[in-house]
């Protein structure tokens, strides 16, 4: 198959662009789109088998479910027919924006986008193409990032050719994205709320709306054995090829030091090591190392944008080993930390 790369500017997409892509989505195609958070591999929600595609071409385990964005309130009451009191305060303060509310489905989705469950995740992306694209075709777009399954998130159209090349009909290119990391994820009934993923919508601010705010356990500890709530909790994620080794602590100049000296006695046993660690700590490393600074280590937010691609750059250097710092678990760190540790499987030092 020919993947189509289309340009269009991220603030003012053009309406060619937009009219084209849709026209892949109506006739069941499907189409990469930049949002907000990562771009997405984007099929129209209502039609089965261009859900179905979408699992093909990402190669993803079929009980894990994709998320629907909507451009409107009408769109979201045609996927959920019962959205809890709580969840529409958040909706009114935070849509359109980088959190994904888990609801009851209706009957109007397809099982499929689910993984069968009677629940169904759905947001409202903060993105001129990925609005304009919602809009242009008329339905919800359901659609997970636009990577082959377990890959690090493609944060820029060359990512997704990358992984999607051939195996998609169209890529709708408006540069990098805003934000770097996915959605937040959360589940919300009348009594009760759980964080299933954490992303750039804080635990903070979920607090201040909802009051009590649950983390479900498989986020902070390690690997999760329990029945997933969201079956994506169970796979390795947004992996790089190399084995991965996280190096945690509270004091910074502990977690810092003990960075040098694992990349060390790694160099010293021959192997090739890849960084990825704050500009800090990148001035400490010796010369021999892959190096990727991320950003200041009080930036978090640059911190999260850079993260996949940092990944991505460290597999095509193609080390033995990456040693990543991590970082506090305030704000946006916690969904910092949460893709490390994905990252890593769970291989984590503590300083
Ligand atoms: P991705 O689109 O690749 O960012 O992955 C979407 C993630 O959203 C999944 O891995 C799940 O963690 C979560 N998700 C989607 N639908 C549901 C649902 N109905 N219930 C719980 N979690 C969901
Ligand atoms: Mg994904």
Known sequence: MLTRVLKTDKHRPSKKVL?????????????AFPTETVYGLGANAFNENAVLKIFTAKKRPPDNPVIVHVSSMEMLNQVSTSVPRRAEKLIRELWPGPLTIVVPRSLKVPPVVSAGLETVAVRMPAHNVALGLIEHLGSPIAAPSANLSGRPSPTNAKDVYEDLNGSIDMIIDAGETFIGVESTVIQVS???SVILRPG??????????LGDVEVHPSILSGGFEGVPASPGMKYRHYAPRADMIVVEGDDYERKAAKIVETVEEYLKSGLKVGCMVSEETALRLPGQVMLEALAPRNRLDLVARRI???LRSLDRMNPDIIVAEGFPEEGIGMAIQNRLRKAAGYRILKA
């Open 19 to 31: 009219q084209e892509a849709a026209a892949v989505l109506k006739s069941g195609g499907l189409v």
């Open 190 to 192: 009348e009594n009760r």
């Open 200 to 209: 750039p919508i804080p635990l903070e601010i979920l607090r201040k709306y």
């Open 308 to 310: 996949y691609p940092a």
